[in-house]
């Protein structure tokens, strides 16, 4: 228990407390207690069908997967049960494993409304939104006619993770969840897009945990953990190396 805990609750990016989901009448998730320090990377690696997306949709507080017990911190505070944009507000992103289009609203409006919402309006921050945008799309090998097009509208694979990449960068979250954010992506955008998640984390300190069922990805994000994700719950941890383990031999040999 975090209460428990001898040192600065602050230096936790994030906390989960023995947390149980479910949906609708059924139990996905069962007890998950993880803590990711400030500029830690997590990997959490599992079978199709083990709750890992519903762990991180539910943690980010999407209306369909219910915490029953539990608690989840931001940096010591209790989020469990706020909102999802007051969760936003607080430091929490989630990178969704598949983004959804939003004809009408382009790339930096929809950007700069984010950012006005997460600082208040902060004159400080908006008067600097172009430089920022600008730049953050030269680190991530975007090209800046991307900042008109409409949200998700007629992307590719590729160009939806790296606008999901791009938004963490933006927002500089204290925790980042990245559902799947490998997947679509070829190797010349997984090294920008690993690059790109590696700079936030070493800029804001910021925490990661990463759904992912690929090893590919940790070639390029070094973790500083893997988590072996099976029938809703952690069932093994270890160093980058258990996932060139799991590569090997599969998900069969992990009880």
Do not use: W
Not at 1 to 13: G, L
Not at 20 to 27: A, C, L, P, T
Not at 52 to 80: C, F, Q, W
Not at 119 to 142: A, G, H, P
């Amino acid at each position: 228990m975090i209460d428990n805990y001898n040192f600065d609750q602050k230096i936790f990016a994030l906390h989960c407390d023995n947390v149980y989901v479910s949906i609708g009448d059924k139990e996905v998730v069962k007890g998950v207690s993880l803590s990711i320090r400030n500029g830690e990377i997590h990997a959490l690696m599992g079978p199709n069908g083990s709750g890992k997306s519903t762990l991180v949709n539910a943690l980010m507080g999407h209306p369909n997967y219910i915490i029953t017990k539990g608690r989840v911190l931001i940096k010591g505070e209790d989020v469990t049960q706020i909102d999802p944009d007051e969760k936003s507000r607080k430091g929490m992103f989630l990178a969704f494993q598949y983004p959804v289009a939003v004809p009408g609203v382009t790339v930096a409006n929809f950007l700069r409304a984010s950012i006005k919402a997460h600082t208040n309006n902060d004159e400080s921050v908006m008067k600097n939104f172009r430089k920022d945008l600008l730049k953050e799309f030269e680190n991530l090998e975007i090209d800046p006619v991307f900042a008109t097009r409409y949200v998700n509208d007629g992307f590719s694979g590729g160009e939806k993770k790296r606008l999901e990449v791009l938004q963490m960068s933006m927002l500089k979250p204290k925790i980042a969840l990245l559902d799947e954010t490998d997947s679509g992506l070829d190797i010349d955008a997984l090294k920008v897009v690993s690059k790109g998640i590696e700079k936030v984390v070493g800029e804001n300190d910021s925490g990661v945990l990463l759904v992912t069922h690929y090893q590919r990805i940790l070639d390029y994000l070094k973790p500083n953990y893997v988590h072996i994700f099976k029938d809703g719950n952690i069932v093994s941890s270890g160093g980058p190396e258990l996932a060139k383990e799991l590569e090997i031999s599969g998900y069969g040999l992990i009880k």
